[in-house]
């Protein structure tokens, strides 16, 4: 009984340290970032209530800044909150050009304006009017800056060149685009 107890004094600090090693290492790995998906299942949680065909439009100024159609919504917190499926934004920009983005889901802050899009499964692709393309997982739109923000991995590819990076983002006002982190371009 003695040696079992000398045993188990000896093997109980290599438990609890395996086990401390583990919960630290769980921690760090989920607060690196909260997924889209875990947005929409906070928000249908607290859902207050549902709508089949959303329309939101944003104007500042006068000027439109940004229309989101949705074929659902779930909106929480007295509104200010809203989960969004099969959805269509379109947001103007420089004299006439038009940014067309679709998801399969995604979320928008009515109080702030600010909404992010996401696919299901595969790339969102987005076809610019200058004959450039942009691929992502999911973006985020910044109504206060009037920039779009890749959630994660994103690819601009066109007539002469192609650029990978970690993250993608775009001035609506100013018309430029860049990639952040890990960048690696093609010149054709």
């Not at 002469?160 to 775009?170: A, R």
């Amino acid at each position: 009984m003695q040696s079992f107890r000398k045993y188990s004094k000896s093997i109980l600090p290599f438990f609890v340290s395996g086990f401390l090693i583990f919960l630290v290492f769980s921690l760090f790995v989920g607060l690196k970032k909260k997924t889209f998906q875990g947005l929409a299942i906070d928000v249908a949680q607290t859902a207050e209530v549902q709508i089949k065909g959303l329309s939101f439009t944003q104007t500042e100024t006068g000027q439109l800044s940004w229309e989101l159609v949705a074929t659902e919504a779930v909106l929480t917190e007295k509104g200010q909150k809203a989960l969004l499926q099969n959805i269509s934004v379109t947001i103007p920009y420089g004299s006439g050009s038009t940014l067309s983005l679709q998801g399969d889901e995604g979320f928008v802050d009515t109080e702030n304006k600010d909404f992010s899009l996401w696919k299901k499964t595969g790339l969102m692709t987005i076809n610019l009017e200058n004959g450039y393309t942009l691929q992502t997982s999911g973006l985020k739109w910044n109504a206060s800056q009037r920039k779009i923000i890749s959630d994660g991995k994103a690819s601009i590819s066109g007539r002469s060149m192609s650029v990978d990076g970690n993250s993608l983002s775009v001035s609506m006002d100013n018309q430029e685009m860049t990639v952040i982190g890990d960048v690696k371009a093609l010149v054709h």
